[in-house]
């Protein structure tokens, strides 16, 4: 039984910081790769960042590169979403997913395992 659970989030003003975290707990023994994707209301889930859980090696979204930083904790199976100079198109909710493949693993169809989300909302 692998469960996912995000925290962390919540509202914050516009150019202000936050910071997710996704504990994952049961069978993750087989796990390759984290992966976070966001929501917003009436848009279809899109790639945020992802991280190897070997290697650490990351991948981020266009449109958050150099704003936020995804890491991981492997000891405490935990990975980490630091978000900065945060806007308010950020508005979504958040879900963590873990890979058991190894590939590319960009799209939300590549990811076997997600967490419920987290809101974050950012306000202008």
């Known amino acids: 039984q692998v469960q996912l659970v995000e925290s962390g989030g919540g509202l914050v003003q516009a150019g202000g910081s936050l910071r997710l975290s996704c504990a994952a707990s049961?069978?993750?023994?087989?796990?390759?790769?984290m992966g976070w994707f966001r929501q917003a209301p009436g848009k279809e889930r899109e790639f945020v960042a992802r991280?190897?859980?070997?290697?650490?090696?990351?991948y981020y979204a266009d449109s958050v590169k150099g704003r936020f930083t995804i890491s991981r904790d492997n000891a405490k199976n935990t990975v980490y979403l630091q978000m900065n100079s945060l806007r308010p198109e950020d508005t979504a909710v958040y879900y963590c997913?873990?890979?058991?493949?190894?590939?590319?693993?960009?799209?939300?169809?590549?990811?076997?395992?997600w967490g419920q989300g987290t809101q974050v909302t950012v306000s202008s």
């Open positions: 997913a873990a890979d058991r493949r190894l590939r590319i693993g960009l799209s939300p169809a590549d990811y076997d395992y």
């Open positions: 049961g069978r993750t023994f087989s796990f390759v790769a």
């Open positions: 991280i190897n859980w070997s290697g650490g090696s990351t």
